[in-house]
Nanobody
């Protein structure tokens, strides 16, 4: 069983920055696909950014050029650096992992159904 714990959320003014972190309970980042998703009340959870074991990244159009996903396999930690934040980035942000245990993930997508482990979420609030 894998546990994911996010941190780093908070309140910031538009144009500011935050860095989210996600620590996995076991060392999976070197073989799993991992991603960040976000959700606001009344809306479906949407993919923000994802990374595969080789380090290939993918981003939602709404965050390209502003957000950067990265990971530190040695620390078992996933990051999301968020710059130039906008009020519409306000949401609960979730870390997710596609970890099967017996083979490596080969492609990270922004589709929720790919991921079988989820963190509890961290709130990001951006004020105008």
């Amino acid at each position: 069983q894998v546990q994911l714990v996010e941190s780093g959320g908070g309140a910031v003014q538009a144009g500011g920055s935050l860095r989210l972190s996600c620590v996995a309970s076991i060392s999976i980042s070197g073989r799993s696909c991992m991603g960040w998703f976000r959700q606001t009340p009344g809306k479906e959870r949407e993919g923000v950014a994802a990374v595969d074991p080789a380090g290939t990244t993918t981003y939602a159009d709404s965050v390209k050029g502003r957000f950067t996903i990265s990971k530190d396999n040695a620390k078992g930690t996933l990051y999301l650096q968020m710059n130039s934040l906008k009020p519409e980035d306000t949401a609960i942000y979730y870390c997710a992992a596609d970890w099967r245990g017996i083979f490596d993930c080969d492609m990270a997508t922004l589709t929720m159904s790919q991921y079988n482990y989820w963190g509890q979420g961290t709130q990001v609030t951006v004020s105008s």
